[in-house]
């Protein structure tokens, strides 16, 4: 397995870990929460720099990078619902949209072909996570001005969310045509 791949991985791996620290009743639970978030997040931006960059692209990180992401960023959001940060409807538009991507790329993998994130996925992948950061910072330091740009931030996220989620299906139409 090479580093790319290996980082896609540990990503996966920090999710769990993530999830147990949110629960946690400790002192400066947010804090070490937004710590493992955030190596986690960075993994996301190394690994795919560095397949590029080394030419280590492989299937395996075309489908499992995507996957990484979704999971480090639902367990998140998720979390955030029940710490009462972030309203629960928009989770629900942002696991939609990932679901719905998830399914048309599977039904391209079917036909021998992959789609690869476009930018305004990218875009709303790292509005999302910025927006995470700053409402674990936010709560850790009990800031309610931190909190609102997180909130913001999080709204901004929602609708990229929608929009990138129109732009892949309209720029991959041909794939439900004949069906």
């Known amino acids: ?13 920090m999710v769990p870990l993530f999830v147990l620290f949110m629960y946690l ?20 931006a190394l690994d795919g720099n560095i397949a590029r960059r080394y030419n280590l692209v492989t299937d395996f990180g075309k489908f499992m990078d995507p996957l990484a992401d979704k999971l480090l960023v639902i367990a998140a959001l998720i979390c955030l619902i029940e710490v ?7 989770v629900l538009i942002i696991v939609a949209r990932e679901l719905a991507v998830s ?11 992959v789609i690869a994130a476009g930018g ?11 927006s995470i950061v700053f409402l674990l910072f936010g709560a ?14 999080i709204y901004i996220a ?7 989620g129109y732009e892949y299906f309209a720029n991959n139409k041909s794939l439900f045509e004949d069906r």
């Open 158 to 164: 929602a609708i990229l969310t929608v929009y990138s």
């Open 120 to 130: 305004s996925g990218k875009l709303k992948t790292i509005v999302q996570m910025v």
């Open 140 to 153: 850790h330091i009990d800031s309610s001005t931190i909190l609102t740009i997180g909130t913001v931030l």
């Open 25 to 44: 009743p400790i002192p400066g639970k947010y804090l070490i929460s937004l710590i493992i978030f955030a190596v986690a997040a960075v993994t996301d």
């Open 84 to 90: 009462r940060l972030i309203p629960g409807w928009i």
């Open 103 to 113: 399914i048309m790329r599977a039904i391209a993998a079917a036909d021998g072909k």
């Open 1 to 13: 397995m090479n580093l790319p791949n290996k980082l896609t991985v540990f990503r996966m791996c």
